[in-house]
Every structure is written in C-alpha cells, then in structure tokens.
C-alpha cells in the first residue's frame, strides 16, 4: 500500500487537534456559570452554558482520540514501531510525569483556595444538594430538595448519593431528612454499595438504625462482592487511608463501637475485624484522581502500548488493511455505531449525562478504554486507507453540522434525561451525535485549513501547553469573577479570553524555546532578523 510521502503533513488535521485541545478550556471556563457541579460556582449562571457543555464535551474526546490514533498510524508508518514508542515517550508521558509534580498539585492548592474563600462568604445558595448531604447543611438540603433537585441522583465525580453522603459523612437529621422525602434507601453508589455500606465502614450504629428502619437490604453486596457487615470489619489503617481519601474525619474508639453496634443489630456480633491490606491498594488504584484533566494523556499510553502489540501482531502475520470503502464510505456506520454502543452502555449509569464519562484512576474501567480505544483505532485504520479525497471526512459537512446540532443533539438531550425508558434511544443518539460530529469537523477543517498557515500552525505548537497548564488559572480567574455583577456571558469571555491570553504569551517567552517546549513539541530555534546590506 502507497503511503504519503515523509514531507507531507496534515494541516488541517494538525490544526483539528489543536482545536479540540483548546475547546477543552472554554469548557472549563464554561463549567463555573452553568450551574453543575464545580470547584467555583458562579453568582450569575446560565442554562445556555449548560447546552454549550454538553454539545462540546459529546464529541471533544473521542475526536482528539481518533486524530491521536491517525498521527500515531503515521508516525509507525514513516519510522517503525522503535521510533514511535520512543516519541511517545517523550511526547505523552514525560509531560504527564512532569504535570502530575506540578500543574496538578498548584491546581489542588488553588482548588482548595477557591474553597475556603467560597466557605468563608458563607454564600449556601450556589451549594449542591451532594455538598449540602456531606457537610450537614440540613436548611439547604430541604430547600433544594423543595426547588426540585433529584434527591437519588450521584455526584459525577465518585457516583455517590446524596443519602450515603450524608450516611458517610455522619449527619443523621440530613440522612433523616432525605429518607422522609422519598430517597430510595436501596440506590447504589457507582461501586454497588448503598448508603448502609459508608455507614457501616465509618461506624454511624444511630443512620444504620435509620436505614434498617427504612428497610434498606443489608445483603446487598458492591462490586468488590461486600455486604454492610463485612464493611464493619475492615482493618484499621485501610479506614484511615479511606477516610484520608475522601476527608472524612474518624476518630479510632468511635468508630470500632460504632460498628460493634451495627454487627449487633445486623446479628453478627460475634464476629471480629480482619486484615485486608490489598483494599486500601485496590481502591487507590482504581478511584483516586491521580492524573485529574491530564487522564487524557494517561489514557493515550494505554492506547499507544496496545497499538504496538497490535502492529507487531500484524507485521508478523502479514496482515493488510480490509476494503477501503469500510473505513471511509458510510458503510463504516454499520459496525461502528453497534460496535461504539456496547461500552457506551455501561457509561452514564450512575447519573445521566449527555457525552463520554472520564476516569483520573491509576487503573482506568475497562469499557472505557474499550470506548476510547474504538476511536483510536479507527484513527489508524484511517490513515492506512489513503483517503486523499476526502471521502470519510464530511464533504457535506455544511449540511450535517446543522443537523447534528439542531436536531441529533437537542433529540439526545431529551432522551439522555427522559428516565430508564429513553436509555437506549439516548445511547444511540449520543453515539450517532460524536461519530457525525467527527466526521463533519474533519471536512469542515479539510475545507478551510488544508494548507498550512503560519498563525495556525503556531496554534497547534502552542495548544499542547495552553491545555496542560490551564486548568489552575482557569480556576483562580472563575474565582475572581465570582462575584461581579455582570451577565454570565461576559464573565465566561473574560475568564476564558483571559486565560487564552496568558497561556499563548506564556508560551512564547517561557515555554516555545526552552526544554519545556522541547518536551512537548520539539526543539523550536528563533528566526534570527537577516542583515540588511
């Protein structure tokens, strides 16, 4: 098979990549002002954020993963596999090494910062109902639960319930207060456990005897296959790793006749705590956020290692691309739409959310790698299939953007939070919404970027930066903002204009032709000015 020639590059693709990096900011910066859970809340908020959110965050990744999983078939073809893992190397996990000791703990410190300043304004209203369950705050509880919030709904970052918040967290009247309104006692958490397993865990015997008096099931097991019962006989240095994890304070006698009582009331007295160091280990590896915004490129070395098990495979079998047309005419819908659906379903299970979930964790879920990885692949299947006419790439893509924004996204929407009955439909549309969306982005850049421009390409050199390093100033400018009296509109183009502008200037002087830019793009010289005669 023919191939491109070394020289040649994808501006218009380079250009789509960058464009995705950077939509990633505007997305945070969207995040204070529509209303949802975030670090910084917004006094003015607007439900249009919440639609700009929601049509970004449905294709986002899942292209910059399909044009990763294209440059990465490139770059195998044009150097071997030795070269790419070694590019990769320096390109993807080096930067996440060195953001993992440095953006990522300067974006907890001023996380942290922007929450001691929100709590010190003693400013409840922009509080969730998940914060309110775990802090206690029993007037705001009734008052969002009075204004229509969903008392079963989980927090999007742990899948969490607002009764095992409250249950976990020891605030009985909170716990009290949600099961006399009608909270499902038996909802599960997003790792099957239910309100009695934290209650358990932390010893709360008074919220157990409200939960077995609301007639939870004690025999539910979650996924590591425990019951409220074995919760109360974990060892004593896991529950203080757990409770360090999630800032829970315990105190050792409390919480060991704690769950004495609850053994009694649950008819097992008798029976005492035992050892298990390896689930403090398992629920790090596989809950803690390690890698928070950076997840992406984390997930890219996982994607990268199996690319090279794949193409070592496929050089030693002898194996050639299937036809064409599969990859690059419509035909491709039919496998990959069913195929994209199947670890599309077991996403958005614990609350509903229209686009792709995320995971932070050492070891990520396996569905999602599988989803991500659908769209790597078809990347690298792409690029083998030698489209230089553009076939797969949205020629009509004046047309389709219309129609996926206007009518695709909005039917996807209602579907995704009409209820359990619509959970099909919604799959199918979400799926229907990033493969269309994708396709029609990639003509729409074909279009217009296909030849390259200075401006642009210095864009995409400096988007890798600008999206690493955003996220700590993105929250410190939503945080001075918070408080202005302005329409949200304003506030959003200040706080991501702003950024914008930092970012790119700090690119050029501290980041373009120093080691960092190296790391991230590769050596980049200044043009020395040509004297003049």
């Known amino acids: 098979m023919e191939h491109p020639p070394a020289s040649s590059r994808r501006h218009d693709l380079d250009a789509l990549r960058a464009f995705a990096m950077l939509l990633g900011i505007a997305l945070h910066a969207a995040l204070s002002f529509a209303g949802g859970p975030w670090m910084v809340q917004d006094s003015r908020t607007s439900g249009v954020f919440h639609l700009l959110i929601g049509a970004v965050h449905g294709f986002r990744m899942p292209l910059f993963f399909l044009l990763s999983g294209f440059f990465t078939a490139m770059l195998w073809r044009r150097r071997g596999l030795r070269a790419l893992i070694a590019h990769r190397f320096r390109r993807v996990f080096l930067p996440l090494l060195l953001g993992m000791v440095t953006v990522i703990p300067v974006m907890y410190v001023v996380g942290d910062f922007a929450a001691k300043r929100v709590a010190k304004s003693h400013d409840t209203q922009t509080a969730d109902l998940w914060k309110a369950s775990s802090t206690g705050d029993l007037g705001r509880v009734r008052e969002l639960i ?42 599960t958490n997003r790792d099957g456990g239910t309100a009695l397993h934290g209650a358990a865990f932390f010893g709360r015997s008074t919220i157990a005897g409200l939960l077995m008096e609301a007639g939870i099931d004690p025999q539910v097991k979650n996924g590591r296959g425990d019951t409220a019962l074995d919760a109360t006989l974990a060892d004593w240095g896991t529950t203080q790793f757990i409770a360090g994890l999630i800032q829970v304070k315990v105190e050792r006698q409390s919480v060991l006749e704690g769950r004495k009582k609850i053994r009694q009331l649950l008819g097992a007295a008798d029976l005492e705590p035992k050892p298990r160091p390896l689930l403090a280990l398992w629920l790090f590896l596989t809950f803690f956020p390690m890698f928070h915004h950076l997840w992406f490129l984390w997930f890219l070395c996982w994607m990268v290692a ?26 491709r819908y039919l496998w990959l739409i069913p195929l994209t659906m199947i670890p599309a379903w077991f996403m958005g299970r614990d609350m509903p959310n229209f686009g792709p979930d995320t995971s932070s964790a050492i070891l990520p879920p396996l569905h999602l790698l599988a989803y991500y990885a659908i769209f790597f692949g078809f990347g690298a299947l792409y690029f083998d299939s030698n489209d230089e006419r553009g076939r797969m790439m949205g020629s009509r893509w004046w047309l389709t953007l219309p129609i996926v924004l206007l009518v695709i996204y909005p039917a996807g929407l209602h579907a995704t939070y009409g209820g359990v009955g619509l959970r099909g439909v919604a799959i199918l549309l979400q799926v229907i919404y990033v493969w269309a969306m994708s396709a029609a982005m990639m003509g729409l850049f074909r279009r217009f970027v296909s030849k390259e421009r200075g401006w642009i390409r210095y864009l995409s050199d400096a988007s890798y930066w600008m999206y690493v390093a955003h996220l700590p100033l993105v929250i410190a400018a939503q945080l001075w903002v918070r408080d202005w009296p302005m329409a949200p509109g304003w506030k959003f183009l200040i706080v991501s204009g702003g950024v914008f502008t930092i970012l790119l200037v700090s690119y050029e002087y501290c980041v373009r032709y120093t080691w960092i830019g190296a790391v991230l793009n590769g050596r980049k010289h200044r043009t020395m000015p040509t004297a003049q005669s």
């Open 146 to 187: 009075d204004g229509g919030a969903d008392i079963d709904a989980p927090d999007p970052g742990f899948g969490v319930t607002p009764l095992s918040l409250a249950a976990t967290f020891g605030h009985a009247a909170v716990v009290q207060l949600l099961l006399e309104c009608g909270a499902d006692v038996q909802r």
């Open 306 to 331: 199996g690319f090279a098990v794949c193409a070592w495979i496929a050089k030693r079998i002898g194996w050639q691309p299937g036809p064409r047309r599969w990859v690059t005419s419509p035909l």
